[in-house]
């Protein structure tokens, strides 16, 4: 009886655990007074088909933001890739460079100037990545919100794409970001 009863108990502490990781976390910005509203920890991604031994695997980590100036609300993402193989992403502040492969089809990002903050609401993961911010509509959030599958596919340095795959479960994430900021998913 006392083991169904502590497996019961770790199983209701894992799950509330897990939906405290998708919860957002506001922060106050003090130079600013801005409210920036991301993730606990951004969503990892792996370099998709990376099996080659020998080859540090590349990473990329994937966090919705909403900046809210006085009631003026901006969604974005933030992305940081920490390359580790030969293949390295090209310049992902590029036009047209990254791209969400979701169910219904591609969604190209669109890279813009984040606000000016005292601090960076994700911090980057290593020092030799790059990091960007992307703008994101609420129709776009919502696109990714219903998409089972996230790919996200960067410009490579030469011609090939390289893409990433994520480990968590990007749909459940983004749908509990998107109840938590009262964002519809219709």
Known sequence: MRIILFT????VIAACAGQAARQPVDLLDDRTGMTVSVLPRPIE?????????GKRASFAYLGP???DSMGDIVDGLWLHVAPGTDQQVGDIRASRAVTLVLDDGPLVLAPIDPPKLGREPYAPLVSWGQTAYFGLSKE???RVAASSRVVLQFRGAGDADVQFEAGANVHATFLDYMKSRGISAD
């Open 8 to 11: 019961a108990l770790a199983a």
């Open 140 to 142: 776009a959030l919502a």
């Open 65 to 67: 933001i909403e900046w």
């Open 45 to 53: 991604f792996v370099e998709r088909g990376l099996i080659q031994s």
